[in-house]
């Protein structure tokens, strides 16, 4: 079992209302029955909820570093606050006296054993988990009807170009919000949100005039995805074999959701991976209609910045445990790829943790760009790709960091080429404003990672620093 601490339990939470509800019961005394197995590894017991049944919860830590939470109360949040609860309880001081492991626990440890067993199997056979077999002639019928709703969005787009932003209004507005409901019939989720975003720009009110632009790249990006989308679908369903594209993200703009299996089955892994988080934060994505928690990580032997994502729908947000920050390195024995371009999407099954020591410092210099030119050139060949990530993520050596007579942060390379900084829109928050305060001598021979962006109205590449690294720690400036 590992230690348990307040500060453990809080962060096993979904969010901060699970905490709150956790350690009312406590203070309430809800727990009637409060045990632990002999070893330690199980604790359990009953707690009296609104029926005349107390609910059935325990926190087993057969495994230390994945414990697992079961509890027979309806709720679906999980962890639920009884499980929560169990656990303050234990960090308070309460007394669990010693018992043995229910049967319904032990039988339930007994199939999670085999079903490890059986992974570990298939694993040294070369297999693991294997994709769902394809069904043909629903997939034909799918990408039918995702050819006939690009139809519908292309017929939309063009009328809105035709008839020029100028003349938008509130019904057309409407029209447009339609289409997006629409959209979702016909398997385009991608496609739905960048339109819902599309007409966000255009909602807001008196700051329209300023959207105009971005609302073109958005017109723009839509009929590049409608006709890249077009001819991906058409010689897709003439392909016997109905392949996906896993080199680009095409499919994720149709809608298609990546299973582990997949990405698997198409050679998009890597083994024994220790990745290291250099900045994490979460937003609110209004065209997703979903919270996102965003994180950006080394890779410490290849040097490559990929992120993480962790999506919370605003329906089921509640229930959801909210991603969060790592400042250990990650050991990750499968690490799994998604298709993309320099800041590709990465995911894991499992983890453990190890501190950061300082070769792990010096080797996030030894990885960072040491020509801006040459990074800034990858940065504008990305966007270039109509359906690219726009705001790319950079990891850069500055030899300084500083500020120009007219008040603008630059950062200068050892060949003295300079990159201005500014605070970009995309993200929630500035961090300019949080350069001054740094220890002076983190500004000399630092590394920075960057988030960059193309201001259109501004006809220039922005570069937002998210973290500075120096060989004494790795200093975050976005929460």
């Not at 599309?198 to 590049?224: I, M, N, P």
């Not at 060949?415 to 500004?443: E, K």
Request: hydrophobic share 35%; net charge neutral; aromatic share 8%.
């Amino acid at each position: 079992m590992p230690e348990l601490t307040s500060s453990y339990v809080d962060s096993l939470a979904p969010n901060a209302a699970a905490i709150k509800n956790g350690q009312g019961l406590v203070r309430k005394k809800s727990f009637i029955q409060l045990h632990r197995s002999e070893n330690g590894e199980l604790l359990f017991g009953q707690c009296a909820g609104s029926g005349k049944t107390p609910y059935e919860c325990s926190v087993d830590f057969v495994a230390p570093e994945n414990p697992v939470f079961r509890c027979s109360c309806p709720s679906r949040q999980f962890p639920c606050k009884h499980t929560l609860g169990l656990l303050y309880a234990y960090v308070e001081g309460q007394s669990f006296t010693p018992a043995q492991v229910p049967e319904t626990i032990a039988a339930k440890r007994e199939k999670a054993e085999k079903r490890e067993e059986n992974k570990v199997k298939q694993a040294a056979e070369g297999g693991g988990s294997k994709p769902k077999k394809l069904n043909k002639s629903a997939l034909k019928k799918k990408i039918s009807a995702q050819l006939e709703g690009l139809d519908l969005l292309e017929k939309l787009v063009l009328s809105l170009i035709r008839g020029g932003l100028s003349t938008i209004d509130a019904k057309t507005l409407k029209s447009v919000q339609e289409h997006v409901k629409q959209l979702g019939n016909y398997y385009l989720s991608g496609a739905q949100i960048e339109l819902r975003r599309f007409a966000l720009l255009l909602g807001k009110g008196q700051d329209r005039e300023q959207s105009y632009t971005y609302a073109v790249e958005q017109l723009t990006r839509l009929h590049a995805f409608i006709k890249k989308g077009r001819s991906y679908l058409t010689a897709r369903s003439e392909d016997p074999e109905l392949a996906p594209d896993y080199e680009s993200t095409i499919d994720e703009w149709l809608g298609h959701a990546w299973q582990l299996a997949e990405l698997k089955e198409y050679g998009l892994t890597e083994a024994d991976v220790e990745l290291l988080q250099l900045a994490f934060y979460s937003y609110d994505d209004q065209a997703r209609q979903e919270f996102v928690d965003l994180g950006y990580w080394l890779d410490m032997a290849g040097g490559r910045i990929h992120k993480t994502v962790h999506y919370r729908p605003y329906k089921a947000a509640k229930l959801l445990r909210e991603d969060d920050s790592c400042f250990d390195v990650a050991k990750i024995p499968l690490l799994y790829k998604y298709p993309g371009e320099l800041n590709a999407r990465v995911r894991y099954e499992e983890m453990t943790a190890r501190p950061v020591i300082p070769a792990d410092l010096a080797q996030v210099r030894v990885h960072a760009h040491r020509s801006f030119a040459e990074a800034i050139k990858s940065v504008k060949n990305q966007l270039k790709n109509p359906l690219g990530d726009k705001q790319p993520v950079l990891l850069l050596y500055a030899a300084s960091l500083g500020v120009t007579e007219n008040g603008q942060y630059v950062i200068t390379d050892e060949a003295g080429g300079q990159l201005v900084l500014g605070d970009i829109s995309s993200l929630p928050q500035g961090t300019l404003q949080l350069l001054p305060f740094l220890p002076p001598a983190s500004l000399k021979g630092c590394s920075l990672l960057v988030m960059l962006e193309h201001e259109l109205d501004q006809g220039r590449l922005v570069a937002q620093p998210l973290s500075v690294i120096t060989d004494e720690g790795i200093m975050r400036l976005l929460y």
